[in-house]
């Protein structure tokens, strides 16, 4: 389907007309209403006549071509529906000091166990084509780094800015857990995952994991909980907590939050452990979002601006030849 954008452009065809009549003229009895640049035809010789006669409807032509390419004509095709189904992820990273240590192998080298969170999340957000994801960082609270969204480069750029200490150094798993609670009850359609990686116990917070499983089952949320961590080898901490290993995980809540969601608990002892999860989500069954269709357009304004780009050209050329012509 043909059509301009912006139709509105044509009330300029009239305005070279309107700046003549307004310009004061001398009437004479063979003078006529005309172009600014032709108000003087009648003292011309008849062939300056002629000549500026073309030149007259060149202009119109010109100014005519410059309206419709203002008016920005463009081509519609028909509507194309686009696939919108997917899940909805959550994804909730612990922040505390413990994951500054060192315990995890990763490529021939023990690095801290955020940086291979990052390096594994950041391959499984790729892979997330089609879902919405959102992300929440906690420490000794939680907050939300981004919103489900289909932006997976936003999603995975704000998980490789996220720092140790951002939001403290203790660990608030029920808060992580009541905000994709509070996030997820805004969406009416949606599978409510929520992957939670901690490497320790609930320390800090205004809401106790127990209580916000409650709510999380309430809403339907089905929570994959994650011990990031090895138990065997001690590490090194920049907080001061190297050597505990994987100890610390507070392993009963997290297969406990796991069972009663309807998830599963996985311990990440490397990265092999983490990228298990890849798998599960697979299974989940997408869920379909709002419908959406594209129409492709293509632009034609070129098309009337090269037009006049082309008679100024002539223009030119023509007043050239008329140069030369008195010469002679």
């Not at 704000?158 to 720092?163: D, G, I, K, V």
């Amino acid at each position: 389907m043909f059509e301009f954008t912006w139709p509105w452009a044509f009330v300029l065809l009239p305005l070279p007309w309107l700046l003549a009549k307004l310009k004061p003229v001398q009437h004479t009895a063979s003078a006529r209403l005309r172009m600014p640049s032709f108000a003087n035809l009648a003292t011309l010789a008849p062939k300056a006549v002629q000549h500026n006669r073309k030149m007259h409807w060149l202009e119109s032509l010109l100014w005519l071509l410059l309206v419709v390419a203002a008016a920005n004509p463009q081509w519609l095709d028909e509507p194309i529906a686009l696939p919108n189904e997917g899940r909805d992820i959550m994804l909730a990273v612990d922040l505390s000091g413990s994951m500054t240590e060192q315990d995890m192998e990763y490529q021939g080298r023990y690095i801290d166990r955020l940086s291979v969170v990052k390096a594994v999340l950041g391959d499984f957000i790729e892979q997330r084509q089609g879902d919405r994801l959102g992300l929440i960082l906690f420490g000794d609270t939680a907050f939300l780094q981004t919103p489900l969204t289909r932006d997976l480069n936003t999603v995975s750029q704000m998980l490789s800015e996220a720092q140790i200490g951002l939001v403290g150094r203790a660990t608030a798993i029920g808060d992580a857990l009541g905000l994709a609670v509070k996030r997820f009850s805004q969406k009416q359609q949606s599978n409510r995952v929520l992957i939670l990686l901690t490497d320790g116990q609930n320390t800090a917070g205004n809401l106790s994991p127990d209580d916000a499983l409650i709510l999380a089952r309430e809403e339907g949320i089905k929570v994959y909980t994650v011990g990031v961590g090895s138990d065997g080898r001690g590490g090194f901490s920049l907080f001061g907590m190297g050597g505990v290993g994987g100890g610390s995980i507070d392993e009963a809540t997290l297969k406990h939050i796991a069972k009663e969601t309807g998830g599963l608990y996985f311990r990440a002892k490397d990265v092999a452990g983490l990228q298990q999860i890849y798998q599960e989500l697979d299974k989940l069954e997408p869920v379909s979002d709002e419908a959406q269709t594209f129409r492709p357009q293509l632009a034609l304004f070129y098309w009337p601006l090269g037009g006049a780009l082309l008679l100024i050209a002539l223009a030119i050329l023509l007043k050239a030849l008329r140069g030369m012509r008195q010469e002679v």
